[in-house]
């Protein structure tokens, strides 16, 4: 079942002091399938269990990152998430320049401006915060850029937004594209690997995740290079059920083949995704539209296959 977005309009945002502009981009209400950050001398405490990692996507369009910090295991104390993602910014086309750049909606925007209060929280905690990006109807995607000077010039957006937020890295997420759209290319063989290998160049120690879905999921090898060899995660993208990434090069510990929607796969469900994934020996657990509710009582059950615990929901 995919994730569901809402229309928001398109303005033009110029940060203060930022060395990039960025802009607001616009969701549509399509029906969706379904590590280093911490500020200087903040004190960070470690989230390191047995079980696994759990991660998290946060619609900031109407929640607050924040909450992913809310919860931890009973027994231990350690957070539930790993590793929060800001759900999401975009890439976008330029008509004039003919160029994909970096869109971020109003929502997202105040995250990432409100990093004191929705991102260095986390990372004091010792989680990790990812930045998710995903097209937009207009053309731009991973999958066509024609050379590898317009994939490093986006790779490098990427990048430096990663640096003057202090995030931990970025979140690929080969969605809504519409391939075509404003003259624009299909996909091709190289484009999808060369943006990953040119951020990962930017970006030698931070993450870089793959959100399994899309025809990226298709074009992972090109020039002797993989996908596989320079992301950290990938996970399944089809909420409510099993299935594991197809991505040669990583090993089970950096796989969610489980992924669950917090607001509509059943308590069953997430439970028997989770004994799947323990009992095949997968590391992460993929977990999507986390909201201010608290859903103790939901992640307990799962949270005891996994680590062997309850969770405690904090205010």
């Given at each position: 079942m995919?994730?569901?977005f809402h229309i928001l309009r398109q303005s033009a945002l110029l940060l203060a002091g930022a060395a990039l502009t960025f802009a607001s981009c616009k969701k549509d209400n399509s029906v969706l399938k379904s590590e280093d950050g911490a500020s200087s001398g903040a004190k960070t405490e470690s989230v390191t269990k047995t079980g696994g990692k759990s991660v998290c996507y946060v619609e900031v369009n109407s929640n607050a990152l924040i909450n992913t910090g809310k919860y931890t295991l009973t027994t231990g104390g350690q957070q539930l998430f790993d590793i929060a993602i800001i759900f999401?910014?975009?890439i976008n086309y330029n008509t004039t320049t003919q160029q994909a750049y970096?869109?971020?909606n109003p929502q997202v925007t105040s995250t990432l401006v409100n990093k004191a209060t929705q991102i260095v929280p986390l990372q004091n905690k010792g989680m990790k915060v990812?930045?998710?990006?995903?097209g937009n109807h207009q053309g731009a995607g991973f999958c066509n850029f024609t050379s590898r000077t317009s994939a490093r010039a986006f790779a490098k957006q990427l990048s430096d937004t990663v640096a003057y937020y202090g995030l931990d890295g970025i979140d690929f997420d080969?969605?809504?594209?519409?391939y075509g759209n404003n003259g624009t290319g299909q996909p091709n063989d190289s484009s999808f690997v060369i943006l990953v290998d040119e951020l990962r160049?930017?970006?030698p120690s931070k993450i870089i995740s793959f959100y399994y879905y899309g025809p990226a999921a298709s074009r992972q090898s090109w020039g002797g290079k993989t996908v596989g060899s320079m992301v950290d995660y990938s996970w399944n993208a089809m909420y409510g059920t099993y299935s594991v990434p197809n991505v040669a090069g990583l090993s089970k510990s950096k796989l969610a083949p489980a992924a669950v929607d917090i607001?509509?796969?059943?308590?069953t469900t997430a439970k028997s995704l989770a004994t799947q994934t323990k009992n095949n020996g997968y590391g992460v657990y993929l977990w999507y539209n986390l909201t201010s509710t608290n859903k103790a009582s939901y992640f307990s059950p799962v949270a005891q296959i996994l680590y062997g615990s309850n969770v405690t929901y904090t205010p």
């Open positions: 995919k994730k569901q999401a910014a975009n970096l869109f971020n990812l930045l998710s990006i995903l080969d969605e809504y594209a519409e160049k930017l970006m607001q509509s796969t059943s308590v």
